[in-house]
């Protein structure tokens, strides 16, 4: 943690059935409530993929999806700011592999406020604060949870 900021995201990840429609009736769903996206990644499998966002409430987007019969998990990722320059995702891909730390998934998102991008990635519980102690040696910015709701 630095200072009284929380250093990692809650990410909202959704069980959703492969079939038409259903991405949209996800979508309208936090649409109905008042929730916007920041970030959304969707993976596929036969029967069912996995849509996994950042929200501007994500204890809402929990509670709303819950109550409408999803299956929802909150999990901590870790978000940093990647200048758009060569090389700026290298610099946190070699942070993570001097702690020998495995990135599980990850994706990327942009805002209207910034010329850069935004990284999300998943590490093991065990390994979050380790993740987050080698990427602030290596100068990275991480976003906190609050940063997020004023993207």
């Known amino acids: 943690m630095k200072g009284d900021k929380e250093m990692t995201v809650k990410q909202i990840s959704v069980f959703l059935e492969n079939k038409p429609g259903k991405l949209a009736e996800f979508v309208e769903l936090l649409r109905s409530h008042g929730i916007d996206m920041r970030a959304l990644s969707l993976a596929e499998a036969s029967d069912f993929g996995i849509a996994?966002?950042?929200?501007?409430?994500?204890?809402?987007?929990?509670?709303?999806?819950?109550?409408?019969?999803?299956?929802?998990?909150?999990?901590?990722?870790?978000?940093?700011?990647?200048?758009?320059?060569?090389?700026?995702?290298?610099e946190m891909l070699e942070a993570m592999r001097e702690g020998d730390i495995n990135i599980e998934y990850t994706y990327a998102f942009?805002?209207?406020?910034?010329?850069?991008?935004?990284?999300?990635?998943?590490?093991?519980d065990k390994s979050i604060d380790e993740a987050v102690k080698l990427l602030e040696k290596h100068g990275i910015k991480i976003v906190a949870q609050e940063d997020i709701y004023k993207l």
């Open 52 to 90: 996994r966002v950042i929200v501007d409430d994500p204890e809402k987007a929990h509670r709303v999806l819950k109550e409408a019969g999803s299956i929802a998990s909150v999990t901590p990722v870790i978000a940093i700011s990647v200048s758009d320059t060569p090389g700026a995702l290298y």
């Open 110 to 124: 942009t805002t209207r406020k910034d010329q850069g991008a935004y990284m999300v990635f998943r590490v093991a």
